[in-house]
């Protein structure tokens, strides 16, 4: 099918042509008459022949040269295009390249997800060596990081361990309370926050996967007590930029559930201070209080205080997959109390955690 660009060049050369010739052959009568014919003297000065044989020529010559030579012009300008293109081709990849690797917008607008996932994936494997490993590492890093609904910041975690005074002092059944105050920055992906406290443990691990959930706590059922209970596990508080907000509670058989309503503040998409404190109960013979990050974190520090608990020393195990240590602080012996700091800066993949493992005084 033909161009319609092509057939209206076609047309229009056509036009000129016929134009230019019959003007040219009105020229040459009109000079022919002016030499046979009493004329006005202006109109023997005009050059009239000359005109006539230049639009003549022009209308027939040049026009039908341009139609005979028109195939081999284009494709004159297609090769020279080609070899114009083929010469300069790694200077503009190189340019194409640098500005996509320092031009992150020009970057996003012309590839979709899929694209930056396979140039990602790629790149990694140059990098590496290995695109096996690449591709497990890069898709670890999507599943963990990119389809996280949030990222927290400026991570702030209190924890007090007590006795506890409901049950027995030492041996079998006997207790820590642990009061733990969480707050962090966020832009919260929901308006709306949940807790959970489980018995079962592959609900519980169900649950640690659940992007819906912010807090998850395994308690196993011991002197009549269950998850369900508010004894062994409450949320006391939680507030929103220092506001708090209205915590709703539902039980059921070996579980229980803490539901927060954020308001319209939390779907603005700003950034905002969460702060919320639950209070749990943890075996003294567990040796074991494990803080979990179920999301993308930048920045942590905790602090855990244990005077009065017959605790003789507490060792630190950090999960955070980095090059870079944690900074552990433990108080002095001569303090009026115990407190250990664990601080890290840089970032930290979700379900990465710390875990405080102690030796009983009793043990010894």
Request: net charge negative; proline share 4%; charged share 25%.
């Amino acid at each position: 099918m033909t161009n319609p660009l092509d057939q209206l060049y076609k047309t229009k050369l056509q036009l000129i042509a016929v134009l230019a010739v019959v003007g040219g052959i009105a020229c040459l009568m009109l000079a022919h008459w002016s030499t046979t014919a009493s004329v006005p003297a202006w109109l023997t000065v005009l050059p009239l022949s000359e005109i006539g044989s230049t639009l003549f020529g022009t209308g027939l010559l040049a026009v039908f040269f341009e139609y005979v030579d028109r195939k081999h012009g284009e494709e004159r300008t297609d090769q020279r295009i080609r070899e114009a293109v083929r010469k300069e081709a790694p200077a503009i990849r190189d340019a194409v390249l640098d500005s996509f690797a320092f031009n992150v917008t020009a970057l996003k607008d012309v590839a979709s997800d899929e694209t930056l996932d396979r140039i990602a994936t790629n790149a990694l494997g140059l990098r590496l060596g290995d695109q096996k490993l690449a591709q497990e590492a890069y898709a670890d890093l999507r599943d963990q990081i990119i389809q996280s609904p949030e990222r927290w910041r400026d991570v702030d975690v209190s924890v007090s361990l007590t006795p506890w005074a409901e049950g027995p002092v030492s041996g079998k059944g006997s207790m820590f309370v642990a009061t733990i105050r969480w707050e962090y920055k966020v832009r919260p992906a929901s308006s709306t926050m949940r807790f959970a406290c489980i018995s079962d443990m592959a609900e519980y691990r169900e649950l640690l996967r659940d992007q819906t959930v912010a807090s998850a706590w395994f308690f196993d059922e011991t002197n009549g007590l269950n998850a369900g209970n508010k004894e062994a596990f409450e949320l006391l508080q939680l507030s929103l930029d220092g506001r708090s907000q209205k915590i709703r509670r539902t039980e059921r058989k070996g579980a229980q559930f803490y539901t927060v309503n954020l308001g319209t503040t939390a779907t603005t998409g700003d950034e905002v201070t969460v702060s919320y404190t639950y209070r749990a109960l943890v075996q003294r013979h567990g040796h074991l209080l494990y803080l979990d990050l179920p999301r993308p974190t930048k920045g942590i520090h905790v602090q855990l205080a244990y005077e009065g608990t017959g605790t003789h020393y507490v060792n630190v195990l950090d999960y955070f997959s980095s090059p870079s240590a944690s900074r552990i602080e433990k108080s002095p012996e001569s303090a009026s109390i115990r407190t250990i700091d664990v601080s890290f800066d840089g970032q930290i993949f979700p379900r990465a955690g710390i875990a405080f493992v102690w030796v009983l005084d009793e043990e010894l």
